[in-house]
């Protein structure tokens, strides 16, 4: 087997997903780097070039297109577009370290399509809807409509859990913290 370079980890939201990179993070001090994406659209209010994301322009964007720069992108809607860089990959791995990606399940499941098995695609599954439900209105962030919105969205996402090497079921914090660091150990061999 090939050296696995890259780490995906896709998760509806409400499942853990940032609670259990912050750990790994800490836990791997130095070993992983997020990837950077790419967007056309405009910085927000303390985003940074290079930090946050490489704001482009729509057309050094498809002119990268054109020349088979990106790893994977999506056009969210004409002229807004988002996607991973080759180089921003080959630049984290230069680096000795191992690519992170937090992205949504199309993103992850076309980037685990792309690197094959240097990739490690992990799926953070809650435990079922309902306790999703629970955890997003224990939040206190989400309006009804935005709840159901998430709800319909995780339903979606859960359906893709099939392309992904391994699912995690979050029913207790510690224990998905634990499997998913055993299994980082094993696949990266840290």
Do not use: W
């Amino acid at each position: 087997m090939k050296e696995t370079t890259s780490l995906i980890i896709s998760a509806p939201s409400g499942t853990g997903k940032t609670t259990i990179l912050n750990y790994l993070f800490e836990t791997f001090q130095g070993r992983f780097s997020f990837s950077v994406s790419a967007t056309t659209r405009k910085p927000r209010q303390g985003e940074e070039h290079g930090k946050h994301y490489y704001f482009i322009s729509q057309q050094e964007f498809e002119e990268k297109i054109k020349n088979d720069e990106f790893l994977e992108y999506e056009s969210v809607y004409e002229g807004l577009y988002y996607g991973t860089l080759k180089s921003e990959i080959q630049r984290i791995n230069d680096e000795g370290k191992i690519a992170v990606f937090d992205v949504d399940v199309k993103g992850g499941v076309n980037i685990k399509n792309n690197l094959k098995d240097k990739a490690l695609a992990v799926f953070l599954m809650p435990p079922s809807i309902e306790e999703l439900k629970k955890r997003l209105q224990g939040r206190n962030t989400e309006s009804e409509e935005t709840l159901n919105k998430r709800l319909q969205r995780a339903e979606m996402e859960i359906s893709y859990s099939k392309h992904f090497d391994k699912i995690i079921i979050n029913d207790d914090l510690d224990l998905a913290i634990k499997e998913c660091t055993e299994l980082v150990k094993e696949k990266f061999n840290i």
